[in-house]
């Protein structure tokens, strides 16, 4: 079972577009949401991260927006870049332990000139 | 210092040959990880070194043999594997293992077996 789901599984967008990625899940113990950036040929990398005891989170062109009650939150790139182009993975944990960390199934972002 | 570097980037191996993917970190790190990741699929975690000791195994096949020499280095012995097993195989490190550190990933070994 997919503790993560994620959505869209491709996005394509205009540079200097927006480009939005949902994510939900179910499991009201998840206290951590990083997401994850990964270049091709490369490990993934963390962008972002919010706790649930906030709604928003901003760091320059990137914003997670988190919903509580609906059990959802969102990456959100303002002013697209082609640099942007990369696969995107949201991702839940429940405190200690690695194997709580549960990632969502990726999206991959093209952002065209 | 902030890198994970693993080796060999690539590797190409019959089903009968024994490899070793290598690991290491310099950040202090106590926590290390194999990750194994299919195309176009997420990570999906095979092991976890807490201080050096191995603390969880995912149901991992035992032609896969983790092993960590010391706190900086993580090593992964392969060993009659099968052709499903090609997969890009990523090293993490974090600095004590609980779920909301940040992971830090090297770049990966492409392995393919034939």
């Known amino acids: 079972q997919q503790q993560v789901k994620q959505s869209p599984q491709s996005l394509i967008v205009q540079k200097g577009g927006i480009s939005i990625i949902n994510c939900a899940y179910e499991?009201?113990?998840?206290?951590?949401f990083p997401w994850y950036q990964q270049f091709p040929g490369k490990g993934p990398a963390l962008l972002i991260a919010i706790r649930p005891d906030v709604s928003e989170k901003k760091e320059g062109r990137f914003t997670i927006s988190f919903n509580k009650s609906a059990k959802q939150f969102s990456l959100h790139i303002m002013d697209s870049q082609p640099g942007d182009s990369a696969t995107y993975f949201c991702a839940a944990s429940m405190g200690s332990g690695a194997n709580n960390l549960f990632f969502g199934t990726g999206t991959r972002l093209t952002v065209i000139p | 210092d902030t890198e994970v570097t693993q080796t060999p980037k690539h590797l190409v191996m019959g089903m009968t040959n024994k490899k070793s993917l290598k690991c290491e970190q310099h950040m202090g790190h106590r926590a290390m990880y194999w990750y194994k990741q299919k195309a176009k699929k997420p990570p999906e975690l095979m092991f976890v070194y807490s201080y050096e000791k191995l603390s969880i195994n995912e149901s991992v096949p035992s032609r896969f043999s983790p092993e960590c020499p010391n706190s900086s280095l993580l090593n992964l012995h392969l060993h009659a594997l099968q052709p499903e097993d090609s997969a890009l195989y990523l090293c993490?490190?974090?600095?004590?293992?609980?779920?909301?550190?940040?992971?830090?990933f090297g770049s990966g070994t492409q392995l393919s077996v034939l």
């Open positions: 499991n009201t113990a998840f206290d951590y």
């Open positions: 993490a490190s974090s600095l004590s293992g609980t779920g909301d550190e940040k992971l830090f």
